[in-house]
């Protein structure tokens, strides 16, 4: 097996609400919010790691913490070999240079007074890959490999629309040369259309490049197509992992499940929804037990006060695992019966 160029390993990340003026006059302490819980993944080089989840699942908590945005609280980050939480200055300037990360909202991260051929330009030049007198053409070169023409490097971030500023955002990414791009809901508040071409774009630079990438998306369909890999989360958890082609085609996990019946087939169709009872639990009060039992329609007693363990279950390609008490013991209970 490849070793991973990233491994994160039994991470944990808290936040403390303090309490409102209002909570405070009704007597309410702060509450602490468990945005990841014992979270783990790998990825290999020169794979996507796709991960799923609702909103508040922790998806871009986990990003952050690898970007050493957020201090996490337990757990460990390795990238390449090294020890991405105990690194300090210029060891921490470089894993940054490294790991390039694009968001959602790409006009948030581009400067709206700097013309974008200098905002592509500048961490380059900050990073001492190329000379201010370059930057001209160093800029140029990246605007055409995002697909926008040269001339482009003398206008305003406002003068673009949202795709054209993602196809910025992804060049100024690329300008450090990274090894592992980052992608937080980078397509999910455009159009289809833009979305597809996108898409395109970015498994283009993943093959050009020799990239590996994390691709966080609440759409199926695109996860389904970048990704080599998925990982499914639910509230602060992973609850099911494995190549993208075993899980979708043979979920594991009832919220697995429950994610791809919402969404339409090829043909149109849509499956109904199971039932769920309720909506989804605050993480302020995470329920004991498997965390995804009170919306579950397969819950048995067990799962009430048993948190499940990972339980790898038989695939194509091998290493897919769901933290059900359910769903992946059925093949195991079968095969054992067969004489």
Known sequence: MTEALLTV????????????????????????LIALDDVSIAVAPGETLGIVGESGSGKSTLARCVMRLYEPDAGSITFDGQDVLAATGAELRALRRAIQMIYQDPYSSLNPRLRIGSAIAEPAIVHGLIERGEGDRFAGDLLERVGLRRGTAQRYPHEFSGGQRQRIAIARSLAVRPRLLIADEAVSALDVSIQAQLLALFEEVRRD????MIFISHQLSVISRL??????????????????????????????????????????TRVPKPRLTTDTPSPY????????????????????????????????????????????M???????AVP
Not at 246 to 257: E, L, N
Not at 290 to 302: D, K, N, T
Not at 330 to 336: G, H, K, R, V, Y
């Open 227 to 268: 990704a080599d890999r998925v990982a499914i989360m639910y509230l602060g958890r992973v609850v099911e992992s494995g190549a993208t082609a075993d899980v979708f085609a043979d979920p594991r996990h009832p919220y697995t499940q429950m994610l791809l019946d919402a969404h339409p087939r090829l043909d149109g």
């Open 209 to 212: 490049l020799g990239l590996t």
């Open 9 to 32: 390993e039994s991470l944990t990340k808290r936040f403390a609400d303090r309490a409102t003026i209002t909570g405070r006059v009704r007597g309410r302490d702060a509450a602490t």
């Open 330 to 336: 059925q093949d195991a209970l079968t095969e054992a």
């Open 285 to 328: 009060d995470i329920p004991a037990g498997c965390r995804f039992h009170p919306r579950c329609p397969l819950a048995e007693e067990r799962c009430l006060s048993i948190d499940p363990p990972e339980v790898e279950v038989p695939s194509p390609r091998g290493g897919h695992v769901s933290a059900c008490h359910v769903l992946p």
